[in-house]
């Protein structure tokens, strides 16, 4: 089945230490999203390619970034990660128009320690 | 600015019909969708309206009035498995996704 897929579905990591997290669709979209959401707040979107461009939201701290190096694959790196990034970090595709909305993949939730 | 408004938490009973409002405020307007996500999990897709009236899929249904700035979510015959986080998002003129903080909709048997 098309679909998105992250990885890890779980992932652990320490105060200040880079990690990495993956994004990968089988949907051919060429929009892609990251978001990150905290318990019972809404998706907050960090950034989001069209395409090869990049588009950063304003308010995305410069700890986050992000890679697309195909279609199918969008990595979010987190360089220091603090206490305060310990969240649900949701990937999804589109297709840059309305047609059924986005298309998430199962999260990934990121807990540091 | 932009704005999403639901309520933040409902409780019904089930086998009963339970009504999730949504008031949202956006730059250009090009849809409302509703998601459904359970806890822990990503979610996932259950309508969008674009035109004013009624969208029926099965036991859910969508409303959307475009002057009022307003839409719900119309769940029939509730089960269990329907508790869960229901999200409003408006799509604005760049076709990006606001999103409300979700209403959690508590059934009890």
């Known amino acids: 089945d098309a679909m998105v897929i992250q990885n890890p579905r779980y992932q652990v990591t320490q105060f200040g230490k880079p990690v990495t997290l993956s994004c990968s669709q089988t949907l051919n979209h060429n929009v892609m999203y990251w978001y990150q959401q905290k318990s019972s707040q809404a998706p907050k979107l960090l950034f989001h390619y069209y395409d090869k461009d990049f588009n950063n939201e304003a308010d995305t701290p410069d700890n986050f970034q992000s890679r697309r190096p195909n279609t199918s694959f969008c990595f979010l790196d987190i360089r220091s990660p603090g206490l305060g990034d310990a969240a649900m970090y949701l990937c999804?595709?589109?297709?840059?128009?309305?047609?059924?909305?986005?298309?998430f993949g199962s999260g990934t939730r990121l807990t540091v320690v | 600015g932009q704005n999403i408004d639901q309520p933040t938490e409902m409780t019904a009973t089930e086998g009963a019909i339970v009504q999730i409002n949504c008031t949202y405020q956006t730059s250009g307007f090009n849809g409302l969708f509703w998601y459904q996500q359970h806890a822990g999990e990503a979610p996932t897709f259950l309508s969008y309206?674009?035109l004013d009236g009624l969208e029926e899929k099965g036991r859910f249904s969508s409303f959307l009035s475009r002057s009022k700035g307003y839409s719900y979510l119309l769940l029939k015959e509730l089960q269990m498995k329907d508790s869960a986080s229901y999200l409003c998002?408006?799509?604005?003129?760049?076709?990006?996704?606001?999103w409300g903080a979700g209403t959690k909709l508590i059934i009890k048997p």
């Open positions: 309206n674009v």
């Open positions: 998002a408006a799509m604005d003129s760049n076709y990006q996704l606001i």
């Open positions: 999804a595709t589109g297709t840059g128009g309305v047609s059924n909305g986005y298309t």
